[in-house]
């Protein structure tokens, strides 16, 4: 009888549905045509992640985003008695809480590889004691996983001129970012933009800022409303369209800026098609104050939609200044109210959202960001036992 290798056994762990949702689907769909993949996280939005249709094996968890010692610490212990019972080959953990207690339990039970995906970094904006903390606490993870990934260069070379992480065990797969653009997905289409466009009240004549993804503070959404704020006060052909689950009682700050300025400004909760509603918008908003890459700035890309985004590391990958794009100081309005400005010029939106659309279809198509994560798992548990 012929020899069939067994399939490797790999956990991937993170915190939220909302994760995989947004970032993980295609990673996952991929793994399991080669190994028995089981996902390990809170099932806080059971109804979702039914509604993906895996095709992995799930195990729950009571893994939460923020710090919760006494929670976390039950949550290790549980991790670490499933990596013990289920003998993983490996564990592969995305999100910084996920990261912290998969790399921990894993390391603890002697799990053969443990990979980690950095994708932006807690105490990036903090000071003090809790900056030292935070900062350690990565350093934990470096030290507990045997490779690490991270998602753009630029944050690479933050982390490993920080001592955060070693150069020698840390690479970025591709040309960066976490799964790309799915090419075939993320299409122009005028008709459905037209459509859209008729159904939130916006003409063509208006020039439309989208925000899309988590509404919290360290996102830069104070920032954005103080910057719309202002121009829309200047220039009555704005408006602002921002979607997202609120995690940072945002919502009634937008709600103040729909009183002023009625019809200008719409602010809708979570949605699973970003395909489509981006179509809406002629300029991509990242006003954050941190972030690993900027995902959604490539998916607006694809589209031929520029961005404006703050300066900072991750988002300096995604887009590449009065090329791409615009940046700006991160956290001034003022400044990024002059960039909003400056977007009005439709000859400027054009030029900069056709070099990003061609940017994304040389650099971030999905497919070659796949198959360099497929390869480097098979890498890595080529020699395992």
Same mark, same amino acid.
């Given at each position: 009888?012929?020899?069939?290798?067994?399939?490797?056994?790999?956990?991937?762990?993170?915190?939220?549905?909302?994760?995989?949702?947004?970032?993980?689907?295609?990673?996952?769909?991929?793994?399991?045509?080669?190994?028995?993949?089981?996902?390990?996280?809170?099932?806080?939005?059971?109804?979702?992640?039914?509604?993906?249709?895996?095709?992995? #094996? =799930?195990?729950?968890?009571?893994?939460? %985003?923020? @710090? !919760?010692?006494?929670?976390?610490? *039950? &949550?290790?212990?549980?991790?670490?008695?499933?990596?013990?019972?289920?003998?993983?080959?490996?564990?592969?953990?995305?999100?910084?809480?996920?990261?912290?207690?998969?790399?921990?339990?894993?390391?603890?039970?002697?799990?053969?590889?443990?990979?980690?995906?950095?994708?932006?970094?807690?105490?990036?904006?903090?000071?003090?004691?809790? #900056? =030292?903390?935070?900062?350690?606490?990565? %350093?934990? @993870? !470096?030290?507990?996983?045997?490779? *690490? &990934?991270?998602?753009?260069?630029?944050?690479?070379?933050?982390?490993?001129?920080?001592?955060?992480?070693?150069?020698?065990?840390?690479?970025?797969?591709?040309?960066?970012?976490?799964?790309?653009?799915?090419?075939?997905?993320?299409?122009?289409?005028?008709?459905?933009?037209?459509?859209?466009?008729?159904?939130?009240?916006?003409?063509?004549?208006?020039?439309?800022?989208?925000?899309?993804?988590?509404?919290?503070?360290?996102?830069?959404?104070?920032?954005?409303?103080?910057?719309?704020?202002?121009?829309?006060?200047?220039?009555?052909?704005?408006?602002?369209?921002?979607?997202?689950?609120?995690?940072?009682?945002?919502?009634?700050?937008?709600?103040?800026?729909?009183?002023?300025?009625?019809?200008?400004?719409?602010?809708?909760?979570?949605?699973?098609?970003?395909?489509?509603?981006?179509?809406?918008?002629?300029?991509?908003?990242?006003?954050?104050?941190?972030?690993?890459?900027?995902?959604?700035?490539?998916?607006?890309?694809?589209?031929?939609?520029?961005?404006?985004?703050?300066?900072?590391?991750?988002?300096?990958?995604?887009?590449?200044?009065?090329?791409?794009?615009?940046?700006?100081?991160?956290?001034?309005?003022?400044?990024?109210?002059?960039?909003?400005?400056?977007?009005?010029?439709?000859?400027?939106?054009?030029?900069?959202?056709?070099?990003?659309?061609?940017?994304?279809?040389?650099?971030?198509?999905?497919?070659?960001?796949?198959?360099?994560?497929?390869?480097?798992?098979?890498?890595?548990?080529?020699?395992?036992?």
């Amino acid at each position: 009888m012929a020899y069939t290798p067994r399939r490797r056994k790999i956990a991937v762990v993170t915190t939220t549905v909302l994760q995989v949702n947004f970032f993980l689907v295609p990673h996952l769909n991929a793994l399991q045509q080669e190994f028995d993949v089981t996902l390990v996280l809170n099932n806080d939005h059971p109804d979702l992640l039914a509604s993906l249709k895996l095709p992995v #094996r =799930f195990a729950f968890v009571d893994i939460e %985003r923020k @710090v !919760s010692p006494w929670k976390d610490l *039950l &949550t290790l212990f549980q991790l670490a008695r499933l990596f013990r019972r289920e003998r993983f080959d490996m564990v592969h953990s995305v999100n910084p809480k996920a990261g912290l207690l998969g790399m921990l339990a894993a390391w603890l039970v002697k799990t053969p590889v443990r990979a980690h995906i950095f994708q932006g970094e807690v105490w990036a904006n903090k000071t003090g004691v809790w #900056r =030292f903390i935070l900062r350690n606490l990565d %350093r934990l @993870v !470096s030290f507990c996983a045997t490779h *690490l &990934t991270v998602v753009s260069h630029s944050e690479r070379d933050v982390l490993v001129n920080q001592k955060i992480i070693s150069a020698r065990k840390s690479r970025v797969l591709a040309n960066g970012s976490i799964g790309g653009v799915d090419l075939h997905k993320f299409q122009p289409n005028p008709e459905h933009r037209a459509s859209l466009r008729k159904q939130y009240g916006y003409t063509e004549q208006q020039v439309v800022y989208m925000y899309l993804g988590r509404l919290t503070r360290e996102k830069g959404l104070v920032e954005l409303a103080s910057a719309f704020e202002g121009l829309a006060s200047m220039h009555p052909s704005v408006c602002l369209h921002v979607v997202g689950p609120d995690e940072d009682n945002i919502v009634d700050l937008y709600h103040n800026l729909q009183k002023n300025f009625p019809g200008r400004v719409q602010v809708l909760p979570f949605s699973r098609s970003p395909q489509l509603d981006l179509q809406v918008a002629d300029v991509l908003m990242l006003p954050s104050h941190r972030e690993g890459f900027g995902v959604v700035v490539i998916e607006a890309a694809a589209l031929g939609v520029p961005s404006i985004g703050s300066r900072i590391y991750g988002i300096s990958d995604a887009i590449l200044d009065q090329q791409t794009g615009l940046m700006f100081t991160p956290k001034d309005p003022v400044a990024l109210a002059h960039a909003m400005e400056q977007m009005l010029d439709p000859g400027l939106r054009d030029h900069l959202g056709r070099a990003a659309q061609l940017r994304v279809q040389q650099a971030f198509d999905q497919q070659q960001v796949l198959a360099a994560f497929i390869a480097y798992h098979r890498e890595l548990l080529r020699e395992v036992a």
